[in-house]
């Protein structure tokens, strides 16, 4: 299968104004599975990337093993049995990794609700901080650069409300999640930024539903291009930074347009839809062909246009592990009053979510009750006599 290499990153491309015209041309013929893929195309893969002197991280050996066996008898099981008729249920244990469309569909409400229970009632706008493509490969290069992204934002955001606003001494709240994927799932790092449009003081709230877009473009790019000139080297920085500067003269692209969300509920669902899996929704495949090659869709984010993408499966799994964040590697984290120093006034206001409630809404996401709800079937139901079935045993 190597000698097909030479074409692997030429891309077939074709473009759809809208998402009919699109299935009309490519109607679904199969149903197919990023654990499926994996388990077809892993061992290949890894020749391959022997061959070329690819880099393969620990993470990624990890996380893609413990996907290709979730819910399988490699991973375990626990046993259940019916006290009525005496029957059996073996329910296999799932991988929990962060590569796993299925587990990362429950690790994505529990970090939803995480948040949720976090939330100062009221009005919170979603921001979005972009750089340039040309420092991409910095961070690819070494992923503890990914740091810096969280750093330049949060140093915006809290050193303007400290400049603007010294006297009131305002602190916002805002929670950040880092993004290393675009639409294509190509490597594009990016943070998203859910920011209360209000500020805690000495008095109690006050509204701030006001950023200036010119200081968000260009303090942020200045922070971030200096934390990376002290890590990489005034010299070896030097042509890099001045080729931004000359190129981004109005600072680098940040959206921070008001809220066109509903709540905040629905605004914190859209920024965590991809940090509990990976970053390739797997109802976006379209086929794969007998040479291999994998063609999937994805929606333009400048004039929403529906594109085909038509490459080779290694390149598809190359461009879907590099995103696989390092262990112990927080892709969600929290500044101002929701950082884990609050605010003295934080346990005084009204909370978006009741904490009373709290419990119940947790107790919704464990396994069997989130089976209920998403398909309307209790996995303990005995088959035969449906009595409810009782925990016998596990093992590993």
């Given at each position: 299968?190597?000698?097909?290499?030479?074409?692997?990153?030429?891309?077939?491309?074709?473009?759809?104004?809208?998402?009919?015209?699109?299935?009309?041309?490519?109607?679904?013929?199969?149903?197919?599975?990023?654990?499926?893929?994996f388990s077809d195309y892993w061992d290949?893969?890894?020749?391959?990337?022997?061959y070329r002197n690819l880099e393969i991280?620990?993470?990624?050996?990890?996380?893609?093993?413990?996907?290709?066996?979730?819910?399988?008898?490699?991973?375990?099981?626990?046993?259940?049995?019916?006290?009525?008729?005496?029957?059996?249920?073996?329910?296999?244990?799932?991988?929990?990794?962060?590569?796993?469309?299925?587990?990362?569909?429950?690790?994505?409400?529990?970090?939803?609700?995480?948040?949720?229970?976090?939330?100062?009632?009221?009005?919170?706008?979603?921001?979005?901080?972009?750089?340039?493509?040309?420092?991409?490969?910095?961070?690819?290069?070494?992923?503890?650069?990914?740091?810096?992204?969280?750093?330049?934002?949060?140093?915006?955001?809290?050193?303007?409300?400290?400049?603007?606003?010294?006297?009131?001494?305002?602190?916002?709240?805002?929670?950040?999640?880092?993004?290393?994927?675009?639409?294509?799932?190509?490597?594009?790092?990016?943070?998203?930024?859910?920011?209360?449009?209000?500020?805690?003081?000495?008095?109690?709230?006050?509204?701030?539903?006001?950023?200036?877009?010119?200081?968000?473009?260009?303090?942020?790019?200045?922070l971030l291009l200096d934390l990376l000139?002290?890590?990489?080297?005034?010299?070896?920085?030097?042509?890099?930074?001045?080729?931004?500067?000359?190129?981004?003269?109005?600072?680098?692209?940040?959206?921070?347009?008001?809220?066109?969300?509903?709540?905040?509920?629905?605004?914190?669902?859209?920024?965590?839809?991809?940090?509990?899996?990976?970053?390739?929704?797997?109802?976006?495949?379209?086929?794969?062909?007998?040479?291999?090659?994998?063609?999937?869709?994805?929606?333009?984010?400048?004039?929403?246009?529906?594109?085909?993408?038509?490459?080779?499966?290694?390149?598809?799994?190359?461009?879907?592990?590099?995103?696989?964040?390092?262990?112990?590697?927080?892709?969600?984290?929290?500044?101002?009053?929701?950082?884990?120093?609050?605010?003295?006034?934080?346990?005084?206001?009204?909370?978006?979510?009741?904490?009373?409630?709290?419990?119940?809404?947790?107790?919704?996401?464990?396994?069997?009750?989130?089976?209920?709800?998403?398909?309307?079937?209790?996995?303990?139901?005995?088959?035969?006599?449906?009595?409810?079935?009782?925990?016998?045993?596990?093992?590993?």
């Amino acid at each position: 299968m190597l000698f097909i290499w030479y074409n692997v990153y030429m891309s077939i491309i074709n473009v759809f104004p809208t998402e009919k015209e699109l299935f009309n041309t490519y109607p679904k013929k199969f149903y197919f599975s990023l654990q499926e893929i994996f388990s077809d195309y892993w061992d290949n893969f890894l020749e391959f990337a022997k061959y070329r002197n690819l880099e393969i991280r620990d993470v990624v050996y990890r996380d893609v093993y413990r996907m290709i066996n979730c819910k399988t008898p490699a991973l375990g099981a626990s046993a259940f049995k019916c006290p009525e008729c005496g029957n059996f249920k073996f329910v296999y244990h799932t991988c929990k990794s962060r590569f796993c469309n299925s587990c990362g569909i429950k690790y994505a409400k529990q970090r939803s609700l995480s948040i949720e229970s976090k939330l100062i009632a009221g009005t919170h706008r979603h921001l979005v901080f972009t750089i340039s493509d040309i420092l991409w490969p910095l961070f690819l290069e070494d992923r503890n650069r990914l740091n810096f992204m969280f750093q330049a934002v949060s140093q915006t955001l809290l050193s303007w409300y400290k400049e603007q606003y010294k006297k009131l001494n305002l602190k916002p709240g805002f929670i950040l999640t880092l993004h290393t994927f675009g639409r294509d799932d190509k490597w594009n790092v990016h943070i998203h930024c859910l920011l209360s449009e209000f500020a805690l003081c000495e008095s109690g709230e006050k509204k701030m539903d006001f950023i200036p877009f010119d200081m968000l473009r260009k303090r942020f790019q200045k922070l971030l291009l200096d934390l990376l000139e002290n890590d990489i080297g005034k010299d070896k920085f030097k042509r890099t930074k001045n080729l931004i500067y000359s190129k981004y003269d109005n600072g680098f692209y940040v959206r921070a347009k008001k809220s066109e969300f509903p709540d905040s509920k629905a605004a914190v669902s859209y920024i965590l839809r991809y940090c509990g899996r990976p970053c390739f929704a797997q109802y976006r495949i379209i086929d794969i062909d007998q040479n291999d090659f994998i063609s999937f869709w994805y929606q333009r984010h400048e004039d929403d246009y529906f594109v085909v993408e038509k490459i080779h499966i290694f390149e598809f799994i190359a461009r879907l592990i590099r995103h696989i964040p390092e262990p112990q590697f927080k892709t969600i984290r929290y500044y101002g009053f929701y950082a884990s120093r609050k605010h003295k006034l934080y346990d005084s206001c009204r909370m978006l979510l009741n904490k009373i409630k709290i419990p119940f809404y947790k107790s919704m996401n464990k396994w069997r009750l989130l089976l209920i709800s998403s398909f309307n079937k209790d996995p303990l139901i005995c088959e035969k006599c449906k009595s409810v079935m009782e925990f016998c045993y596990g093992f590993t």
